[in-house]
């Protein structure tokens, strides 16, 4: 006969329903600052994987469970809830701030297949459960008030193992190894600390200080091919700003900023008019109907992307090397296009 798993030592075992073990367990973290998987199943009188398997329990029913070092020589780990969370008000939303969810929602489409999408899904799945069937079908109706209309999409169905991971890193502050195959170059392992999880046109770009780099890089998730999490927190820099990061960027690209002058003709200026392209931007309308928009941003390619969007209605007059490189990218598509390529 196959031998039965023993029973931890020091408390009789237990006869309850696995309902009941969670109620203690949540009771004892509660109470304590922290506790091992040993002490838990002793105290419970059950075996660790009954402790191991509770735990992921109270995980995912949404408890902010962490995992730190014991500091012990026996390399063990303590476990505990985010201070202060159980002294958290319940949460009230009134009509229009459940509309603005139910479309904020709509917006984030280009999310499909990620945990991310899915946390929201429950989080409104949870408001619904609790209001009338007329009023979640107003609702309904109010989120199909706005249509979203995306292009060229990614798709991140295939990456859902990798957000998950690198949504657990960012949620604890656990140091992670993140396997990078960068454009056309072979992949490498960085030592990361991940700061942020960054949007950029419809595309998730994960901030990170590279140990093995000595810096900040910007890893686009797309190309992550696998990511491992240590046990290991690390402390955020207590001057650390995402946006401060990219404030001189005209994108993403972290260059040195430059003064550009673009001037863009009557046909198109009041388009350009009506958004804000840079926090430094400057605009100065011009007698024939023209606009000269002036700003101090870094990068380049993603300036040059932006200019070609508007052909034929610019003109680029500063800086010399951005009028350069934006004449000879003309030129280039030019001969390509009567080459016949």
Known sequence: MANRPSRPAGRPSRRYSQAGRLHDLIRLLEARNGATVEELAEECGVTRRTVYRDLQAIEAAGYPLMREPAGDERGRVVYRFLTGFSRIPPITF??????????????????????????????????????????????????????????????????????????QALL?????????????RPAADYLCDPYSLLFYKDALYLLVFAHNRGGLRRLLVDRIEAVTVSGERFDMPEDFSAAAVHQAAFGLVDEQPEVIRIRFLAEVAHLVRERLWHPSQQLDDQADGSLILTMQAGGEKEVLAWLYSWLPHLQVLAPEGLRRSFADGLQQALQKDLSGL
């Open 94 to 167: 009134s009509l229009p701030e459940l509309m603005t969810l139910y479309l904020c929602r709509g917006q984030l489409g280009f999310l499909q297949g990620t945990p991310f999408l899915d946390d929201l899904d429950a989080v409104l799945g949870r408001i619904r459960a609790g209001l009338p069937p007329r009023s979640v079908a107003h609702l309904e109706r109010l989120a199909e008030a706005v249509t979203p209309r995306f292009q060229g999409v990614r798709d991140y169905r295939g990456q859902r193992e990798i957000l998950e991971q690198l949504r």
């Open 172 to 184: 604890y502050q656990y140091r992670c190894t993140v396997r990078y195959a960068p454009a056309r």
